[in-house]
């Protein structure tokens, strides 16, 4: 009966001495390594040790002699016909009537199916991981509870947190008040009726960084079956850059249409008040000079010539110039600039100093004596009367670099977001279309402004220009 079940087994049954010499090779034995048993009974299992284990079988016969049994070792073995095949071993000692071991009995099982389905799935997870992470989205995956179990290289640019520190928190650090408290109940109402509001969909969310400050992503949310175990995953894009993108295209819009605006409004207003001016002149001519009504036309034609001015100023923002780009010497311009301000009896208690020098630069120098004269007389208000401004001129690499710093009370962070913007001013009666001005002539230039408020106080104007041998040199 032992020796039918032997011979009828499908696994590869092998009796052999403690030297390695076989006793006995059932048929398993023949399909498995294509050899029969006249062939290997009374051979040595060195036959079907692969080169490259050579110490494998001294290992095995040296555990057995010291009465281990071996279970499911996994090894390979080597065929008649020279192929390697994966198989798992137990091996079990042979005892004599007096107890003493003489022997193992080894059962071989070919588990190379298995070995090579093993190693197909662990290329595909390897695959699968690779792609996840070089994905540009970030990839998160959450179990029913809301634990976070996967997170790939983008998601933590994005968030902040590296993969150790947030491999098993709630999902909800990454969501800001007040969807963070509501996403457990979402879960939970899920999993309970069916109900999906995200999942299988893709919306725009706001997501919460490590630090705290929040940022736009499209989410989209699938669910998967892993082991049984019900998960989440969710991949998010970065809208960041979009979002910016179509805020400057409507802001941008807009523009043109204040433009439009503005210049319909310029034109219209201009003449009829130039007209309206000289008629007042006209008026206040005839007055006699000890008249009361003296001051009243004179205090109506300076009011004539502010909104002259505020029409001006429309005109030049809604329909700048073109720029007429020669080599100008920077300085120069900058000092006859200082010299307009100071012919305004209102500012001549200012200081204002002047270092260092710049290259010629390709520009405009009607235009940017425009630019100039509005930052200075922004620093002229923000000061007052007895205030110091400094400018300070340099070479930067391709530009000249101009800085002009002010010793007044700064400019808040939410008002200094919004100063490039039209209609946007500090001043009590103020157009705010002073800067938005500046910004343009400087973009026909090829150039830049940047404002910092340092912390001491003051405020920082960089205005850069490209220098005129940069330019011809293109």
């Keep these: 009966m032992l020796a039918a079940l032997v011979e009828s087994s499908d696994d590869a049954i092998i009796a052999k001495d403690l030297s390695g010499r076989i006793l006995s090779w059932n048929r398993g034995a023949e399909r498995l390594y294509g050899y029969s048993a006249s062939e290997m009974v009374g051979a040595t299992l060195d036959v079907l040790i692969p080169p490259a284990s050579p110490n494998e079988l001294a290992d095995i016969l040296a555990r057995i002699s010291r009465g281990e049994r071996i279970e499911h070792y996994e090894t390979v073995r080597r065929t008649k016909d020279g192929r390697l095949v994966d198989v798992s071993l137990t091996v079990s000692p042979m005892f004599d009537r007096e107890g003493r071991i003489v022997g193992a009995s080894a059962i071989a099982r070919d588990v190379s199916d298995r070995k090579k389905t093993e190693r197909q799935i662990r290329g595909d997870e390897e695959l699968l991981r690779s792609i996840v992470e070089s994905a540009v989205d970030g990839i998160v995956v959450i179990n029913a509870k809301g634990e976070i179990q996967e997170f790939n290289n983008a998601a933590e640019r994005f968030f902040g947190y590296a993969r150790g520190e947030i491999i098993g928190r709630n999902v909800n650090a990454l969501m800001p008040a007040p969807f963070d408290a509501e996403h457990d109940r979402y879960i939970a109402r899920y999993l309970e009726t069916g109900e999906a509001k995200i999942i299988g969909k893709g919306r725009e969310v706001v997501a919460r960084r490590k630090d705290g400050t929040t940022f736009p992503v499209h989410l989209s949310v699938g669910e998967m079956s892993v082991g049984g175990r019900r998960m989440f995953i969710g991949i998010m894009h970065d809208l960041t850059a979009r979002v910016e993108m179509e805020a400057q295209l409507r802001e941008q819009a807009t523009l043109v249409r204040l433009g439009e605006m503005a210049a319909v409004i310029a034109h219209e207003v201009k003449n009829p008040l130039a007209a309206v001016r000289g008629a007042i002149q006209v008026i206040g001519k005839r007055l006699p000079p000890d008249s009361r ?26 329909r700048p110039p073109r ?6 010497d920077i300085k120069s311009l900058v000092t006859a600039t200082v010299a307009l301000l100071y012919e305004d ?21 009607e235009l940017l004596k425009i630019v100039f004269l509005n930052l200075l007389l922004n620093s002229a208000h923000a000061t007052g009367k007895n205030g110091t401004i400094q400018i300070r001129l340099s070479q930067a690499r391709d ?19 919004k100063l490039f913007t039209p209609f946007v001013t500090t001043k009590a009666r103020g157009t705010g279309l002073g800067l938005s001005t500046v910004k343009s002539l400087l973009d026909a230039h090829s150039g830049s402004i940047r404002l910092d408020c340092p912390p001491g106080g003051g405020t ?15």
Excluded: K, M, Y
């Design 323 to 328: 720029a007429h780009l020669i080599p100008i």
């Design 345 to 365: 009896a209102a500012h001549q208690g200012l200081r204002i100093d002047v270092a260092g020098n710049a290259p010629p630069v390709l520009g405009d120098a």
């Design 460 to 474: 920082v104007v960089t205005v850069r220009v490209p220098l005129a041998r940069i330019q011809r040199s293109d």
């Design 293 to 318: 009504d003296a001051p009243v036309v004179t205090e109506i034609v300076s009011r004539l010539d502010a909104l002259n001015q505020l029409v001006g100023d429309l005109l030049l923002f809604a």
């Design 399 to 417: 530009a000249c670099e101009v800085v002009v710093a002010d010793n007044g009370p700064g400019i808040s962070p939410e008002i200094r977001s």
